[in-house]
């Protein structure tokens, strides 16, 4: 048994960053003596919820006293930061300590001053339920259901403003873990916030060419630099990889301005973990999930590139999707489509209906029919012509003729291979699954 702790909802669109805060608690926590149990946690929840302030992460992790032998996982403050891949709980009284200057150190690291940012922190000796992280990942969850399951697990809780943060802080501490990727985060150093952020973008694209277990670091189709972000906060790049050497390697491949401070996080980006089947009734506001079914009529195209188009699932009425233009790939994939082809699809919803598509599998081409051809004349060789509706075919040269059935009507070509097709990199979310499978 170790203390798990939980932290959510310190930033905001004006600045600040809660994986930046979290190494802040790394460093307390090693200020007071404690270990950190296993890798720092960053998890995303539900992309769809409208009160998010960026990327809706949330993090956690697992202090005690430390045994076994210690991995790197880090830099803060000039020391490495040492995971170990087991311990035991601290002491009550250290832990308490430390969860005091915890909350001291969530409240001033917070954008407490900007609108909807309400921090909370939350921590655990006692195991959450897992079913608490795939609710928060997949659809709305109140804020009065977490509080019982903190309550009933005894936890410690502190909050500022709403307590919307503890549904984030709770759901990352119950994060099971078992599917995952990393991100290694780089921080700036506080003299250049609001300065231009200096990552070169050719050696990131060098470094992800020469390690295919990165992922959207560059997007090639847009020649976009995915690691480093466009807001005021302290993250200056991140590398993601499906496995831990990836990234750290990478870190000393890429050219950038001073790095401040590093941290690696095990995360739940790439798992499509947000993603659910889902019956036609069943898709709520601000849920995601995916559908098997059949394209149910014609594709239509939209101003500014948008193309929508609806499936028909084994049951239930047909669902309405949408693949906006961003997204690059996924219109180019619909506009192929025809009634009777079936694919499965996967996305989101907001207040309108449709289905915001994240990904489209084409799974069997429709035998559509197309026109009939003429025969061609074996004599000389020339395409015959029709002599009317049902009157065949006649050559123009030898005027032979052919009777209307000797006409053949090609199947439809496939228009491109069966499989998976996902949005251009950057346009995708955190949490869409790297492969086929949702």
């Known amino acids: 048994m170790a203390l798990w702790v939980g932290v959510d909802d310190t930033d905001s669109p004006r600045g600040g960053c809660t994986t930046y805060v979290l190494t802040e608690l790394l460093a307390l926590a090693r200020a007071h003596g404690l270990d950190l149990l296993g ?18 992460a949330a993090l956690s992790a697992r202090f005690g006293r430390g045994a076994g032998p210690p991995r790197t996982v880090g830099e803060v403050g000039g020391r490495p930061v040492r995971s170990f891949p087991r311990g035991r709980a601290p002491a009550p009284a250290a832990a308490a300590r430390f969860l005091e200057g915890a909350w ?12 909807g940012t309400d921090p909370a922190l939350v921590a655990t000796f006692h195991p959450l339920p897992s ?3 795939r609710r928060a ?8 259901e977490v509080r019982g399951e903190l309550a009933r697990a005894g936890a410690w809780t502190r909050t500022e403003g709403s307590d919307r943060g ?10 099971p873990g078992r599917r995952g990727t990393w991100e290694l985060i780089s921080y700036r150093e506080p003299s250049r916030y609001g300065r231009r952020r200096e990552v070169d973008a050719e050696s990131v694209r060098a470094a992800q060419a020469a390690d295919p277990r990165l992922f959207l670091c560059f997007d090639e189709r847009t020649r976009r630099l995915l690691v480093a972000p466009h807001t005021p906060c302290p993250i200056l790049f991140g590398l993601r990889g499906t496995h831990r050497d990836a990234p750290l390697r990478a870190r000393g491949r890429v050219r950038s301005e001073p790095v401040e401070r590093w941290v690696l996080f095990r995360t739940n980006q790439g798992t499509g973990d947000h993603l659910t089947r889902r019956e036609p009734g069943e898709w709520a506001e601000y849920r995601s999930g995916w559908v098997d079914g059949v394209v149910a009529g014609p594709v239509l195209r939209q101003p500014g590139g948008h193309v929508r188009f609806s499936v028909r699932p084994v049951r239930g009425p047909p669902i309405d999707c949408l693949a906006f233009e961003p997204t690059k790939v996924l219109p180019r994939v619909a506009r192929d489509l025809q009634p009777g082809d079936r694919v499965r699809v996967w996305g989101s919803r907001g207040t309108d209906p449709a289905i915001r598509l994240e990904g489209i ?24 012509r029709s002599l009317g509706h049902q009157r065949g075919y006649r050559c123009p040269g030898c005027r032979r ?5 000797a006409a053949h009507r090609p199947p439809r070509a496939p228009p491109r291979a069966l499989g998976a097709y996902h949005p251009t990199p950057s346009a995708r979310r955190h949490l869409a699954p790297l492969a086929a499978e949702t």
Request: charged fraction near 25%; include cysteine.
């Open 137 to 144: 990942v997949q659809e709305v969850v109140p804020v009065e």
């Open 39 to 56: 890798e720092p946690r960053l998890v995303r929840l539900n992309p769809n919820i409208p009160w998010k302030t960026r990327g809706n």
């Open 361 to 384: 599998e084409l799974r069997h081409w429709a035998p559509v029919q197309v026109r009939s051809v003429a025969p061609r004349c074996g004599a000389c060789g020339r395409p015959t």
């Open 166 to 175: 503890l549904v984030g802080a709770a759901a990352a501490v119950a994060w």
């Open 131 to 133: 079913t608490l992280y």
């Open 104 to 115: 001291e150190t969530v409240r001033a690291s917070a954008r407490t001053g900007d609108r």
């Open 401 to 405: 003729r052919w009777p209307p059935e």
